[in-house]
């Protein structure tokens, strides 16, 4: 079946720090990619996505680039704000005739300390 | 405009009970989707709408579950004689279509006592 991994947090880093989150998938045929974002007492948010290999999906900073030959989907900012806290979900869709369901990696929770 | 709408924010109910929760898409959305947030199993797909017809119930975790959709707007999902692992945070989320992306709204807390 699909899966979606995603490294375990929390991730604690200092302002202006240098963030990744890894995130892998397994997938029968060609996902979509996509990360959502749930800042604290919020709903989850769409942050980026990624339709096809090698396209780079980026936003407030915030870039993550597809690798079909790794089947990755890393989460990568050059320099978090403690704005920036909130929880990191990697996820992916598969199309098919019955619907685009979301599959969630686990989260990630990042810390970023002032 | 407005985003997806879910109501109530926080229910609390006693184990056996059955409870409704309502899903308000964005207005011309035609997909609508139900998630579940758990500490133990992380977010999992419960059912999706298209319309008011439900091609894939195949998250439902059990007989318990269900879900309806009416005028290809507002979703209800009931929960019947509820259990303690029933408590999560139950999202949903809406789409123009199937192929396009997913607006979330804030969810609805369950706690099963």
């Known amino acids: 079946g699909n899966s979606v991994t995603q490294m375990e947090g929390p991730v604690t880093l200092s302002e202006e720090a240098f963030l990744t989150i890894n995130c892998t998938y397994t997938a029968t045929g060609y996902p979509s990619l996509f990360w959502y974002v749930q800042y604290p007492g919020e709903g989850l948010q769409l942050l980026l996505k990624?339709?096809?290999?090698?396209d780079k999906g980026s936003n407030k900073g915030f870039e993550a680039t597809y690798r079909k030959e790794t089947t990755s989907f890393h989460l990568e900012k050059g320099s978090v704000q403690v704005s920036d806290s909130a929880v990191y979900f990697c996820a992916l869709i598969l199309n098919n005739n019955a619907g685009n369901m979301l599959t969630f990696g686990g989260g990630t929770r990042l810390m970023v300390k002032p | 405009g407005a985003g997806v709408s879910q109501s109530p924010s926080n229910k609390v109910t006693e184990k056996g009970k059955d409870v409704e929760l309502r899903c308000d898409p964005i207005?011309?959305?035609?997909?609508l989707y139900w998630y579940r947030q758990s500490l133990g199993q992380g977010l999992e797909f419960l059912i999706y709408f298209q319309g008011n017809s439900a091609p894939d119930k195949s998250g439902l975790p059990s007989d318990r579950f269900s879900a309806e959709r009416t005028g290809g707007s507002v979703s209800t999902l009931t929960i019947q004689r509820t259990q303690q692992e029933d408590s999560a945070v139950y999202l949903c989320?809406?789409?123009?279509?199937?192929?396009?992306?997913?607006?979330f709204g804030p969810g609805t807390r369950l706690t099963v006592t």
């Open positions: 207005s011309g959305h035609t997909a």
């Open positions: 990624a339709t096809k290999a090698d």
């Open positions: 989320a809406s789409s123009l279509n199937r192929v396009y992306e997913q607006y």
